[in-house]
């Protein structure tokens, strides 16, 4: 059975950090390109980062309001993807959904897939003062 559990979010202030992590069972995470999503309070999902399949050379892509404050990465051992996050502001709030996400590459975020099996919970990530 597929299944993708988030962990990691919490309460913190501005200028904070947060590491989220996605452990996966079922499937191989190094199989697929993997996303982090956010989706805000009356929302659609909004990609923030993507990590590319172990063939498409793991290869991570950040939208722009995220570059140099992201991080994301692969554990192959233990099938986890986690997202870095540091200087955290309050537009960061957010329920983050780890899911597949078909068309990541280095150069594009992919979307999220249509096939539920395939997204996590989520986590709730909330930046304030």
């Known amino acids: 059975q597929v299944q993708l559990v988030e962990s990691g979010g919490g309460l913190v202030q501005p200028g904070g950090s947060l590491r989220l992590s996605c452990a996966a069972s079922g499937f191989a995470l190094a199989s697929v390109g993997i996303g982090w999503f956010r989706q805000a309070p009356g929302k659609e999902p909004q990609g923030v980062s993507c990590?590319?399949?172990?063939?498409?050379?793991?290869?991570?892509y950040y939208i722009e309001s995220v570059k140099g404050r992201f991080t994301i990465s692969r554990d192959n051992a233990k099938n986890t993807v986690h997202l870095q996050m540091n200087s955290l502001k309050p537009e960061d709030t957010a329920v983050y959904i780890c899911?597949?996400?078909?068309?990541?590459?280095?150069?594009?975020?992919?979307?999220?897939?249509?096939?539920?099996?395939?997204w996590g919970q989520g986590t709730q990530v909330t930046v304030s003062s």
């Open positions: 899911a597949a996400a078909p068309g990541c590459t280095g150069r594009a975020m992919g979307t999220i897939t249509s096939n539920r099996a395939y």
């Open positions: 990590i590319s399949s172990s063939r498409s050379a793991s290869i991570p």
